[in-house]
């Protein structure tokens, strides 16, 4: 018998056949093959005893644990294999494990590892005489055996106490207690990558100590999706005198660098605008922001937006708090509050991060894991009791900072933090959420930029640019049906209440493009088209998308987002909620024009005032939408929507200084739509 130490450089299932090849050696240069065969006269015994021999160099290989193999002295097969015991009392300084973490993770690395996200190596070291160290380190790291190493000096300096040696758990979960090393941009790109310690150093004396226990994980970077978000300030005015609210740039980014940090992506593609709550304030709910918001954003989309992009309605909770909540789950739009309340656990002066998260997270749908006095809707499956994000042995949460918003690294004890999804304290990512989130992603992404976010199905039977889902190509406004009768899609969003049999249509617009949302034909909420005559053109049972926080004995409140094909001939839309009409309200008529728009626009402070002159605006049923665009033309931001007066005045702090803007009102009378666009102007 004889034994070879090393690492495991690589291990390789050989196709087909049940043989694993493993390459074992301190380096990859200096390294010999083996491997572990599985025979056709094994017995079940001897099967399981091999099986569980490659799990062992597996995660041998994982963690970069250095091993001993056992094998034939002339034979390359391996009869077993065990890790190398440190000599603690030759070499006092050892390594415990290397860690590399994202958001949350384990030692096996168990965690996908996300392409371009801002990534933490942790080295756990022990000392083991005498009165301690005080030690800083340098990694080196590289993509493969073949390229340069790249060296890497750890952020912070640790006291190494014999007290501590050899407890892993306490220095996971305190981030002072690892030496810490933020990989580069070109460390995290998709793929392997190697990692090393380079050197350990006393700091009282500056020498390098030698370093037992060394392991050299390879980790894998994988390519992931962008988050796409657009992030609406919901304005509103209250008090005597009155005063405006609206999310100061600092809670945008809290809630952007919270996204950043705590999912699983490597990139967040946001886009921020201001728009007045159309609700009476004080008092509207989420589920009044999230029509609005739905309505935004079906005319986005309309004209040319990414349909991966989630709506976040952000309510500044300066006069009056709003409580969050997502229409559908999965959906498109949510919204919550933000200020400064620290919750008592949460001091970094905006809630609005976490908070946001929590809805975000629903419209990617994550539901309920059942803990701290939330309904539980997805109780059966989260692995951890209480809603913890992990625990000592398993999974540690890592915030990686944010030094552009002055956030430190934090480590996030697995025990003591609560999944995102739930209604607990110290909120952040369980391995559940973040793993869910992920396939979400994936699932939306790969539906591509022409699909629809939310819908349950995204990814099947429907896709492309919006310019190519009609026959015909170009964006239409009309679109002949069968029979011949002019038919014209409208975005429909209503606000109901099942229990109750009440509802409300609240925003009617024609969309230049998109698709028909579909009918759910076991619906309680029934759209229902007619002549004036009285007679009904047609009927379309829509889906309601349920508030995501309703509690048991709660109203089952929630939204109808629907789009729908229209007879050009309609004349009113009603509104049944089991078989009850809820509202109705009068489309059509004479086609709106607009006579004028007063131009340029006043600037009062840091407002745009714009009035707008139609032909017939005395027409009780017009209502007017204002778009933005700073791309020329190209993209249009809905920023008002539903005004029943053609007065508006849009905020200039939502542009950049010299921004070239264009603005376009939208009158319309439910069927059809007229369109103003002013010229460029420079903020
Ligand atoms: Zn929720």
Known sequence: MAT?????????????????????????SSAEAFFV????????????????????????????????????????????????????????????????????????????????????????????????????????????????????????????????????????????????FVLPASGTVAGPLA?????????????????????????????????????????????????SYAPSTFHVNMLLSWLRRAYPVGQVISSTGVVDVTAAAPGFSCDDVNAQLAAIRALDMAAGGDE????????????????????????????????????????????GDWYGGHELGHTYGRRHPGFCGESASDLDNYPFPGGQIGSDASFVGFDVGDPANNLPMVALSGTQWKDVMTYCDRQWVSPYTYIGLRRRLITEDSAGAGASAGVAGAG????????????????????????GIEKRLVSVIAVVNLTRNQG??????????????????????????????????????????????LLPADDRVGLIEAAIMFDKSAT?????????????????????????????????????????????????????????????????????????EPRFSIDRSQFKEGDEVQVRILVTNGLDTAVVTTETFRI
């Open 37 to 180: 065969q599985i025979k056709a006269g094994d017995s079940q015994e001897t099967i399981n005893t091999k099986k569980s021999l490659v799990a062992f160099l597996t995660d041998a290989q994982l963690s970069g644990r250095e091993v001993n193999v056992t094998h034939g002295s002339t034979s390359a097969e391996i009869t077993a294999a065990d890790t190398v015991a440190g000599d603690t009392t030759g070499i006092p300084l050892q390594v415990d494990g290397i860690e590399v973490t994202q958001a949350i993770q384990d030692l096996g690395h168990s965690i996908p590892l996300i392409a371009g996200k801002r990534t933490v190596v942790r080295v756990y070291l022990s000392y083991y005489s005498g009165a301690g160290v005080n030690v800083s380190g340098t990694i080196a790291v590289r993509r493969s055996p073949s390229d340069p190493l790249f060296t890497i000096n750890s952020e912070n300096s640790v006291a190494l106490s014999p007290a501590e040696a050899g407890n892993l758990s306490v220095k996971r979960n305190d981030a002072t207690k690892s030496l810490n």
């Open 308 to 351: 991966r992009t989630h709506y976040y309605g952000y309510v500044d909770d300066g006069g009056y708090w709003m409580r969050g909540c997502t229409a559908g789950i999965p959906g498109t739009v949510a919204s919550g509050p933000t200020g400064p309340g620290n919750w008592g656990w949460d001091f970094d002066g905006s809630y």
């Open 460 to 483: 099947e039977g429907f896709g492309g640019r919006p310019d190519q889902r009609y026959p015909g190509g170009a964006a239409r406004q009309e679109v002949s049906g069968i029979s």
């Open 572 to 644: 009113s839309i009603e509104l049944l909620i089991n078989g009850q009409l809820a509202d109705t309200v009068a489309v059509g008529g004479p086609s709106p024009s607009v006579r004028a728009v007063r131009w340029p626009p006043e600037r009062l402070g840091n407002e745009l005032s714009l009035m707008v002159e139609a032909e017939g605006a005395s027409e009780r049923n017009y209502r007017y939408a204002v778009q933005v665009s700073t791309d020329y033309g190209r993209t249009w931001h809905t920023v008002a929507v539903g005004l029943t």
């Open 4 to 28: 070879t130490r090393g690492y495991v450089q690589r291990l390789t299932w050989l196709s087909p056949g049940p043989t694993v090849c493993v390459v074992v050696g301190p380096a990859p």
């Open 195 to 243: 990692i090393m310690i380079a050197s350990i150093t006393n700091t009282a004396t500056a020498t390098t100590i030698p370093v037992g226990g060394e392991r050299i994980p390879i980790v894998r970077f994988q390519d992931s999706p962008a988050l796409r978000v657009r992030i609406v300030g919901m304005r509103y005015t209250v008090g005597t005198p009155p005063v």
């Open 504 to 549: 409300r249509i609240r925003y009617v617009n024609p969309l230049e493009r998109g698709k028909e949302s579909g009918v759910e034909p076991t619906s309680p909420a029934v759209l229902r088209m007619k002549h004036s005559d009285g007679s009904v053109l047609d009927e379309y049972p829509a889906a309601v998308k349920l508030n995501s926080e």
